[in-house]
């Protein structure tokens, strides 16, 4: 079992970026998937982006696909989120949870380990 820490969340302004960051302490990081998931005040914990353990295959949700990218290093029990031209939407409670492994469907379930999660505040 992992234990996750997230940071890198903060205040920014429309159009700006964030790296999101996933540290890991445990045995074994690389035998999990890790995945990105945010909830904004009021709505349900949704889906971002997930990462194989190996980190040869990534998923994403359609609403960052395309200025979101999800990475590892399993060297050092990291993991990360790019954001970039972000958007007021954007804001919610960032948080990485890892599972067994992920293909091309996402289940909140499959995920445990969640960390403490990161505000990200985006400005109009």
């Known amino acids: 079992q992992v234990q996750v820490v997230e940071s890198g969340g903060g205040l920014v302004q429309a159009g700006g970026s964030l790296r999101l960051s996933c540290a890991a302490s445990g045995r074994s990081f690389s035998s999990y998937a890790v995945g990105w998931f945010r909830q904004a005040p009021g709505k349900e914990r949704e889906f971002v982006a997930a990462i194989s353990r190996s980190g040869d295959n990534t998923f994403y949700a359609v609403s960052v696909e395309g200025r979101s990218s999800i990475s590892r290093d399993n060297v050092n029990n990291l993991a990360f989120l790019q954001m970039h031209r972000l958007k007021p939407e954007d804001t919610a409670v960032y948080y990485c949870?890892?599972?067994?492994?992920?293909?091309?469907?996402?289940?909140?379930?499959?995920?445990?380990?969640w960390g403490q999660g990161t505000q990200v505040t985006v400005s109009s």
């Open positions: 949870a890892t599972a067994l492994e992920v293909t091309g469907t996402i289940r909140i379930s499959d995920f445990g380990s």
